[in-house]
């Protein structure tokens, strides 16, 4: 989605209009940019009003310039946050010029046109990137996403499931669901140490599998407790490994928005299955 910079009216200020491109990989700061162009959009609404009374004619009188003074150094504060530094000193020129007694209003209108081509030129570099508001959840990862259970019980496996969020508000579909393959690979170690076998040299999750039924059949024939548990861990399992697992890891597959959401909230669901049993160490043993 684009974004047009500026406002469709008579203001001066608002004479210079471009588009802002999305920016693929990096946030947009969208409430500096919000107050920054607020704050432009008010000195040239009151620079209107001003005209239109004809109360400048005379020069821009002192409690004008205080006015003007007050959405200036909020433009300056924005300006600082958005890293703006060129566009900042055109607004500095601006507030020097309201400290003056002499100002006249074609020196205002001057120094207040001087602001916004500036912000325009600064910006033309770069693109912004618009989110949706679940998307900024994913992004953002205030919470931990696959909840508190799973970020504490598996903390080597934060930062994927952190990188999957981000990736699929981003729309890298293929890359989050590579991360959520490193993610169940922890818990598929998980329950593998869980049930007490050997961790195998060989990382084919074909042979850990087949360890993990093999073991379960065989504590199934004692009426084992927990063999519904770990035989919907191991379906689960398996049907990642084929449908996802062996396709992402050998770039047959690239995946859609909406096949990375759907594994994304599988993978959810598995790893809370898993850590509401166990930690990433496979504690306590079964």
Known sequence: MDVEAGSASDNPVWQ????????????????????????????????????SKGELIGGVLPEHRRDLEKPALA??????????????????????????????????????????????????????LALSSREATLYGVAEPPFGSEVAEKFKSAIYDINEAAKCLALGR?????????????????????????????????????????????RRGDRKWSENDYFQDVYSRLDATKDA???????????????????????TKALMQKIASRMDEDGKPKA
């Open 173 to 217: 579909s293929t890359a989050s669901v590579f991360h959520l393959m490193r993610v169940v690979e922890r818990g598929l170690r998980a329950v593998y140490l869980c049930m007490g076998l050997t961790v195998p040299d060989n990382n084919s999750w074909g042979i850990w599998l087949k360890g993990i039924r093999d073991e379960r059949m």
């Open 244 to 266: 996802q697992r062996d396709p992402t890891i050998h770039i047959e597959t690239i995946h859609t928005e909406s096949e990375a959401a759907v594994i994304y909230e599988n």
């Open 75 to 128: 433009l300056q504060d924005a300006l600082q946050d958005l890293e703006a530094p060129l566009t900042r000193k055109s607004n500095e020129r601006l507030l020097n010029g309201l400290r003056k007694d002499t100002l006249t209003l074609p020196e205002l209108e001057m120094l207040l046109l001087q602001v916004m081509p500036r912000l325009c030129d600064e910006f033309g570099e770069q693109t912004f």
């Open 16 to 51: 210079s209009r471009r588009l802002w491109s999305l920016w693929d990989m990096l946030k947009l700061k969208s409430d500096p940019f919000i107050r920054a162009v607020g704050a432009l959009h008010s000195m040239g609404g009151m620079c209107l009003v001003f005209k």
